[in-house]
């Protein structure tokens, strides 16, 4: 098993600009099964050997997809989501960077109760290695197996990708999740599909400086995962305020620091890495 | 993007929230007219991108014209130091001269995105005027919270946040309406964050917002040329503003490792790592995913023009971008640029192999290491 996509996933891409058509093609080489693209004006085409329609809905009644991959540029990202919110779809990971913020506010409404769920924006996508790629990330360093590796950060995802290949260590499932203040699937979601997931053994976890998503997975990891666990936080170093309104540290109660993050990892049993560099071998030490 | 409080205030006064009558002025002879108009009892406010301008001195109250003049000419010009400015301060190059209210009480208001919610969430404190991290770090359930849902601050939310505020029924009506219109304006020019502190209760029974403080979601100024105008190049960094202009992502720092990185957050693993071995980053450096030829090249005259940087790292995984274009692309610049500093390199990716090759064939004087903890020993070691 894996999680989120397999061999079973019929995909439709959302955009097929320069990126979408490149991107598409990628993902049908790593073993993705593309049935369909929409791109408005260009229904009834054909690209890559899949049909293309002018609007979701006549996607999911003809070709019958179950996850998008959307490329829209930012302006109308959000609206390419809500459409694939309203047909239904059970996975959307939208690969956009610079999604204006109120815009995916009103996309974390429409998801609430919905059918869908959301990865990203703004993220290298999911994947599992040997059955299917949803996203950008280069398939050719992973390598089918049993490790579940969660990240904010898309290279860093390739980074710890590219450590556990190296040593030998497969993966089950990689996803990007993001790294805008609204995503559409949090750590904590992540985590308890791995949890449940006969076929994932161990995790990888890598944050970043901001908010307080990791100190709240820390919590949920507590007594609750039995896995190992590896974590990392980025940006110990990085100067406090540049990206956040000081607002948003009152929000997190001052949290948000990288020294927090990892302390909360330690006291939940998480094996922090002590530099990106190490995440493969600390991994390949608990397991 | 940061408004200046005399932008945020006229943005926030077209959505019907109270504000002093006041005008902006770039000269003393403007402030002093300004100061005359407003009756000569004024405040006179430098203008930065930065808080804590009262305790610096850069806000002073005037009884008379010939006073207000005096403090125009003292506080336009002058490096303003604050706590959120740095050491090296700001420079003052406009003031706001505003009328003098008679405060009764000082409040604080603000809205911001709650991460943990995927919702906006006003704020309000009966401890205004002061620090807000204080009061949160000292007292959080002094702020009060009322999420916002489909965009507006409903009355009864606003209603609930006067009452537990305890403000007098005469101001009551006017502040409810000043909240709602702060959500709306919040929520229709697309702010990241909206600050009133202080929100005043005058003596008078009037509700207004004395100081502003207002940023703009940087990825929604394509739907507002308008506030896109009132952006401020004097109060940024030289250098991230051209970094900007070339598609990178540069923030400066205090140290002398320059580095150049692609992706966010492999960009701050990487300052971490050169920490990690004994040295500072010199900066943040995200090139993208795409590092043209034309942006690596910035990206090194970029890195090179603080005369910090002792020596560059270069930490790219390459996915989709290919190693061996990426190492034809560092050539090319190290050589139309001359760089001086040594360059530690670490590539990974689609053909690494063919990428080192290009580089060893080169000629120039690069280092090539096989991880990123290397990359990072090798660079602090040759920074000195």
Redesign the interface.
């Known amino acids: 098993m894996s999680i989120l996509v397999d061999e079973t996933t019929r995909v439709v891409v959302q955009g097929l600009g320069r990126a979408g058509l ?2 598409a093609e ?1 993902c049908i080489r790593f073993g993705a099964n593309v049935v369909a693209g929409v791109h408005p004006g260009r229904g009834g085409s054909e690209a890559l050997g899949f049909p293309v329609f002018d609007t979701m809905r006549e996607a999911v009644a003809e070709a019958r997809p179950d996850a998008s991959l959307a490329f829209v540029p ?2 109308g990202a959000a609206d390419a989501v809500l459409e694939a919110i309203e047909a239904e779809l059970a996975l959307v990971a939208c690969i956009t960077e ?8 009103r996309v ?2 429409a998801l609430r109760g919905s059918a869908t769920r959301l990865i990203g924006p703004n993220c290298p996508g999911v994947i599992s290695p040997g059955k299917c790629k949803l996203g ?3 398939g ?2 992973h390598k089918p197996g049993s490790v579940g590796v969660v ?6 995802t ?2 710890a990708v ?1 450590q556990l290949s190296s040593l030998g260590i497969g993966q089950s499932t990689c996803i990007g999740i993001g ?1 805008d ?2 995503i559409g699937t949090n750590f904590i979601d992540v985590l308890e599909m791995f949890n449940e997931d006969s076929d994932t053994t161990g995790i990888i976890m ?1 944050g ?2 901001g ?3 990791e100190e ?1 997975a820390a919590e949920f990891v507590k007594g609750r995962v039995k896995k190992p666990i590896v974590g ?1 936080i ?6 406090p ?2 990206r956040m ?10 949290k948000g620091t ?1 020294a927090e993050k990892q302390a909360a990892m330690e006291a939940a049993g998480i094996a922090v890495a ?5 995440l493969g071998s600390t991994l390949a030490a608990l397991i | 993007m940061k408004l200046h409080e005399y932008q945020a205030k006229e943005v926030l006064r077209a959505y019907g929230v109270p504000t002093p009558r006041g005008s902006m002025a770039k000269t003393v002879a403007e402030a002093r007219s300004a100061a005359a108009d407003l009756g000569g009892k004024v405040v006179v406010k430098a203008q930065i991108h930065a ?1 804590g301008r009262g305790k610096g001195g850069g806000v002073k109250l005037a009884h008379s014209v010939d006073e207000a003049e005096r403090h125009a000419a003292a506080i336009l010009g002058m490096t303003l130091v604050t706590h ?1 400015t740095g050491p090296q301060g700001r420079l003052v190059q406009r003031l706001l001269v505003e009328e003098q209210l008679p405060i009764e009480r000082e409040i604080y208001l ?7 919610l ?4 006003f ?1 309000a404190s009966a401890q205004g005027g002061v620090e ?2 204080e009061v ?2 000292r007292d ?1 359930s002094a ?1 009060l919270r009322e999420a916002i ?2 965009a507006q601050l409903q009355g009864y939310q606003a209603r609930r946040l006067a009452f537990a505020l305890g403000i007098a029924p005469e101001a009551r009506a006017s502040a409810v309406q000043a909240m709602q219109a702060l959500a709306k304006a919040h ?1 229709e020019s ?1 702010a ?2 909206v ?1 009133i502190n202080p929100f005043v209760l005058t003596a008078d029974g009037r509700a207004v917002a004395l100081d502003a403080k207002m ?1 703009i ?1 940087d ?2 100024l ?2 507002h040329p308008d506030l896109a105008e009132l952006r401020d190049l004097d109060e940024e960094e030289p250098l991230e503003t051209d970094a900007i202009d070339h598609g990178l992502n540069y ?1 400066k ?1 205090d140290g002398n490792v320059g580095c150049m ?6 960009a ?9 071995a004994g040295g ?2 010199a900066n ?1 450096l995200d090139v993208g ?1 795409g590092a043209s030829k034309d942006q690596i090249k910035n990206g090194f005259r970029i890195i090179l023009s603080d005369p910090n940087v002792k020596a560059i790292m270069i930490n790219i ?4 971008l290919k190693v061996d274009v990426l190492a034809e692309g560092i050539v090319a610049a190290a050589q139309e640029l001359k760089i001086g500093v040594p360059m530690v390199l670490r590539l ?3 053909n690494v192999e063919k990428g080192r090759e290009i580089l060893a064939d080169s000629g120039l004087d690069f280092i090539v290491a096989s ?3 290397e990359a990072a020993q090798q660079a602090v070691a040759r920074a000195g």
């Open positions: 490149f991107h990628q930012a302006a610079g999604i204006p913020a109120r815009d995916m506010v974390a409404d950008i990330m280069p050719h360093i990240s904010r950060s898309g290279t860093l390739y980074e590219g790294g203040p609204v890598i970043e400086i908010g307080t998503a709240q990392f980025a940006g110990a170093t990085a100067p305020g540049r309104g000081h607002a948003g540290a009152i929000i997190s109660g001052g990288a002590p530099t990106p560099a190490d | 808080g959120q603000g809205i911001t995105l709650d991460r943990a995927s919702k906006p969430v704020m807000i991290e949160a770090a959080p702020i849902d489909g929520d697309d990241s964050l600050e940023d979601d990825n929604a394509f739907r923030i720092l990185v692609n992706g966010a957050g492999l701050m693993a990487t300052m971490d790592i050169i920490q990690y500072m980053p943040f995913g995984f390459g996915g989709i990974e990716g689609t991880d990123m903890k």
